[in-house]
């Protein structure tokens, strides 16, 4: 494909500014050979850096490969001015009906169309325009910082009638015989309560993975990860900027990280990265199998719709904006990766519960508590290095661990479990690798009518990705939480998972994911300092996942409390039937 098409085969990429980090291009070349030829990169201008030194040369057993170390690509505006595509963003995340959506577009086509749809159990079009002049605009650096400031060259007025949900915008024009698209998207709030569940995407989550220009939460242009020793990521993230390839929409039979046809292996087998392999092959964001709608809440959403119950949909930042949002409904859904929340956004969901409302929260790794500046605008989180970096030292806005020592406000406290004591489940080189949820209290209300018996397991599907647990011990055959770290103790724990903070190296695994960095970031988080000792760490290494039900003033708590329980409904009928014995005693 020419250089006019905005769209870069990876041997092609040079050495301008934004088209490559470091590095060779051959370099970059032989990463895309190793998986059978040059991979087409999604959308328009990509970028990539080299592979770490010899690693090129490194023999690569059938069927698997490393490049996703050391082979970052992203997703920016062509420095060609020849090139050719669109990208689109929203002004804001949510809106109400009858308010205005301004779509802000960077496009080099003479003209584009857009096409808006309603996207859950069926793909409803709602509005459609073509023949919209496009504009090229200048795009910053540091956009995902300061946002990208196109200007708006479309907008929408949203009927009052229009129902609650998430809507997918389209953007394409034609070329030649090829249609190109991106994909904006926002959420639609009812108006007024029109259903007894609010479901609440996590979009903070969203926005911290969204690595569109190449800076989100776990990495940067140039380096650098969220574990290491030096700030190598991005604390404060704009929302003005579009979403990164996989986020909104992936095609169907995408792999997970821990699908589960590569648990069960043979001794000796490498660690198989799905994910990482597929958005390297195929032009995709690799931190989009971590986060956004496409891959988690959609999931949630169109299986409601499936067995009948009724949701209002809303954003993360909506709470910020109205604390007393949640006051009207019975029952508050989350589901995926829910990582990322404010102090006063905790606030509400206490206040929810103690008011009597029921916490549905089928999602992991409650972990960081991040402040929202700019009007909501902008996330800001630094994470384990919120004690030297953090220019705001007050515990409510300071952003690093719930459960450091100066925060002291662990957030299994409003969702009953957090991810410092679970952590990592079913990805290549974490425990277990053949994973399910134990069963403890099979009389439990949240598994009546399952079947299931003491000691059976169940779940393994969601069993995935990231967990949330507690501090255990067990008495005569069960689990009781022993309250260390400010955790609460008025839980029933109904079924039990074990889990990891990293990945266990072997000598046939020589590069993991989650490596000895990563696994150091759990108890630096815990004792608010990065020179942490052997013996901390071994404490925390290892953790569990519990699915749970936790009081809290008229209301409480339930969980399923891994990122990808809602990849299961559908899939796995345990799984289906306690998410209905939730939902069900919530909205009764």
């Known amino acids: 494909m020419s250089k006019k098409a905005g769209t ?3 041997p092609e990429v040079n050495q301008k500014r ?23 990169l999604g959308g328009s201008g990509a970028n990539a850096s080299s592979l770490p030194s010899g690693d090129a040369a490194r023999y690569v057993p059938p069927g698997q490969w490393w490049q996703h170390f050391g082979v970052e690509f992203w997703e920016f505006p062509s420095d060609d001015p020849e090139a050719v595509e669109v990208w689109a963003y929203t002004d804001k995340l949510s809106y109400a009906p009858g308010e205005t959506v301004s779509f802000h577009v960077n496009s080099s086509a003479p ?14 079009e709602v509005h459609a325009t073509n023949g919209i002049a496009g504009r090229r605009s200048p795009t910053p650096a540091d956009c995902f910082s ?16 229009l129902r ?6 389209v953007f394409s024009f034609m070329r030649g015989e090829e249609r190109i698209e991106h994909e904006a998207g926002f959420i639609l709030r009812a108006a007024k309560p029109t259903a007894p569940i609010i479901f609440m995407c996590a979009t903070q989550t969203w926005m911290a993975y969204n690595d569109w220009a190449g800076g989100n939460y776990y990495g940067k242009p140039g380096g650098g990860s969220s574990t290491g020793t030096e700030l190598g990521f991005i604390p ?6 579009p979403w990164a390839r996989g986020f909104l929409r992936l095609p169907k039979g995408t792999p997970r990280a821990n699908d589960v046809a590569y648990r069960t292996r043979e001794a000796g087998a490498h660690a198989h990265y799905l994910n990482f392999e597929f958005s390297m092959a195929n032009g995709y964001s690799k931190w989009a199998a971590g986060a956004g709608w496409a891959h988690y809440d959609r999931h949630m959403a169109i299986w409601c719709e499936k067995n009948g119950y009724e949701l209002d949909y809303i954003a993360q930042q909506d709470l910020a904006a109205n604390p007393d949002l949640l006051k009207d409904y019975k029952c508050l859904l989350t589901t995926g990766h829910d990582e990322y ?3 006063e956004q905790r606030d509400s969901i206490d206040t929810f519960m103690e008011n009597g409302g029921g916490f549905a929260r ?28 953090d220019p705001l030292k007050d515990e409510r806005i300071r952003t690093g661990s719930w459960v450091h020592p100066k925060t002291n406000r662990n957030s299994a406290t409003t969702f009953g479990v957090d991810s410092m004591f679970g952590h990592l489940v079913g990805i290549p080189a974490a425990a277990p690798r053949t994973p399910g949820f134990i069963t403890l209290r099979p009389d439990h209300w949240m598994l009546k009518d399952t079947d299931l018996y003491y000691g059976d397991a169940f779940g393994s599907i969601a069993a995935g990705y990231e967990c949330d647990g507690l501090p255990v011990t067990f008495r005569d055959g069960l689990a009781y939480s022993t309250g260390e770290f400010g955790s609460p103790t008025n839980v029933e724990i109904v079924a039990f998972l074990f889990a990891r903070a990293g990945e266990e190296k072997r000598d046939h695994t020589a590069r993991v994911f989650a490596d000895e960095a990563y696994l150091l970031s759990t108890p630096q988080g815990f004792y608010g300092r990065r020179d942490v000792s052997e013996a901390e760490v071994a404490k925390h290494t290892r953790g569990n996942g519990l699915v749970l039900w936790m009081p809290k003033g008229k209301g409480g708590v339930a969980t399923g409390p891994t990122c990808d329980w809602c990849y299961a409904l559908g899939r796995d009928e345990f799984v289906d039937k306690v998410t209905q014995n939730v939902l069900d005693r919530f909205t009764s």
């Open 8 to 10: 870069v085969r990876l």
């Open 18 to 40: 934004r088209d490559l980090l470091k590095g060779s291009a051959a370099a970059v070349g032989a990463a895309a050979a190793a998986v059978g030829g040059a991979s087409m």
């Open 111 to 124: 003209t584009f169309d857009v096409t808006i749809y309603r996207d859950g159990l069926k793909l409803e």
């Open 146 to 161: 300061v946002g990208c400031g196109w200007p708006a060259l479309h907008t929408w007025s949203l009927p009052s009638d």
């Open 164 to 169: 609650s949900g998430f809507y997918l915008a």
């Open 236 to 241: 404060k993230l704009h929302i003005h900027r």
């Open 341 to 343: 929340y404010t102090w």
């Open 362 to 389: 089928f999602g992991g790794n409650s972990n960081w508590q991040s402040r929202l500046e700019s009007d909501g605008q902008v996330l800001v989180t630094y994470k384990s290095n919120a004690e030297t970096d």
